[in-house]
Nanobody, 121 residues
């Protein structure tokens, strides 16, 4: 099973920015960012794969940008104009197939532990 590691979380004030990074020991053809808040269902934030397919969760597009350098099992999530409701554990996931093949029918194959993002008013 591929290892997945996130970094870049932290605490910022509303309106601030953070950049999260995700690396994997697998081929990382597709990488996804998800947000987990205690007591709530995990939600999809952004997905990207090696074909350039990008998808964003509701209310995310325009503030967050996901990027995957060509041919590299790495993903970056640039988060701008952060809001208190963006607070949560941001978890990276990877898969060996293109997003269009499996999402949303099944979940990503490999998951990281997450990095905490806290946004204060």
């Amino acid at each position: 099973q591929a290892q997945v590691m996130e970094s870049g979380g932290g605490s910022v004030q509303a309106g601030g920015s953070l950049r999260l990074s995700c690396t994997t020991s697998g081929n990382g053809y597709s990488l996804g960012w998800f947000r987990q808040v205690q007591g709530k269902e995990r939600e999809m934030v952004a997905l990207v794969d090696s074909t350039g397919d990008e998808r964003y969760g509701e209310g995310i597009r325009g503030r967050f940008t996901v990027h995957k350098p060509f041919g590299k099992p790495i993903s970056y999530l640039q988060m701008n104009n952060l809001k208190p409701e963006d607070t949560g554990m941001y978890i990276c996931a990877t898969d060996s197939q293109p997003i269009r093949i499996f999402w949303p029918g099944r979940d990503f194959a490999n998951w990281g532990q997450g990095t905490q993002v806290s946004v204060s008013p």
